[in-house]
């Protein structure tokens, strides 16, 4: 398990006022179609921040499948993209102690105080990396954020792991410092 989540997961009792088996069966005596009905209800309800009801969500649809294996599954035959993920994963880590990463079925959820960035294998030759950097302009590399929506304002189409450069990690400070 990341260091990351095992901290977040071992401070929720003292941030949420519930230990994360409490949140579960919390949860599981409710029923929302969609994961953004159990945070928004978590945050209205309970008072809980962002970072935590995201998690707290996502670990709640957890049948058994770590965080490692969320992320093994979503580049099963796209393993070419794998060295992207990692770097960035790395990257993020260092940004500051209050980052938590989410793995989901599908994507990589970077979060603070809210998610400022994520992280998904596109296409078995590309990851899009959505970053959260209101007011900031769109270049020929920092695209509108197409398939993420609202989740984050941009997205970095990624190739190959070089592409993981300086520019591209000043955007994900940026994001994250954004994320307050």
């Known amino acids: 398990m990341d260091a990351a989540l095992k901290t977040m997961i071992d401070n929720m009792p003292e941030k949420t006022g519930k230990t994360l088996t409490d949140w579960k069966q919390l949860l599981g005596a409710k029923q929302?179609?969609?994961h953004s009905e159990a945070v928004n209800f978590l945050k209205r309800e309970h008072g809980v921040t962002h970072g935590y009801?995201?998690?707290?969500?996502?670990?709640?649809?957890?049948?058994?499948?770590?965080?490692?294996?969320?992320?093994?599954?979503?580049?099963?035959?796209?393993?070419a993209l794998l060295p992207i993920?990692?770097?960035?994963?790395?990257?993020v880590?260092?940004?500051g102690p209050d980052v938590t990463?989410?793995?989901?079925?599908?994507?990589?959820?970077?979060?603070?105080?809210?998610?400022?960035?994520?992280?998904?294998?596109?296409?078995?030759?590309r990851a899009d990396l959505g970053l959260k950097l209101v007011g900031e302009p769109l270049t020929n590399r920092l695209e509108n954020s197409g398939p993420f929506g609202t989740m984050c304002t941009h997205r970095v189409r990624l190739e190959?792991?070089?592409?993981?450069?300086?520019?591209?990690?000043?955007w994900l400070k940026l994001a994250y410092e954004k994320a307050t």
């Open 160 to 170: 190959d792991v070089t592409q993981v450069d300086e520019e591209l990690i000043g």
């Open 53 to 79: 009801a995201n998690t707290i969500v996502a670990l709640s649809k957890d049948t058994g499948t770590s965080p490692d294996d969320l992320v093994a599954n979503q580049y099963k035959g796209k393993e």
């Open 93 to 95: 880590r260092k940004l």
């Open 85 to 91: 993920y990692e770097k960035i994963h790395s990257i």
């Open 32 to 34: 929302f179609s969609k």
């Open 101 to 125: 990463i989410t793995p989901k079925k599908t994507s990589v959820s970077f979060i603070r105080k809210k998610q400022f960035a994520l992280i998904t294998p596109a296409t078995k030759t």
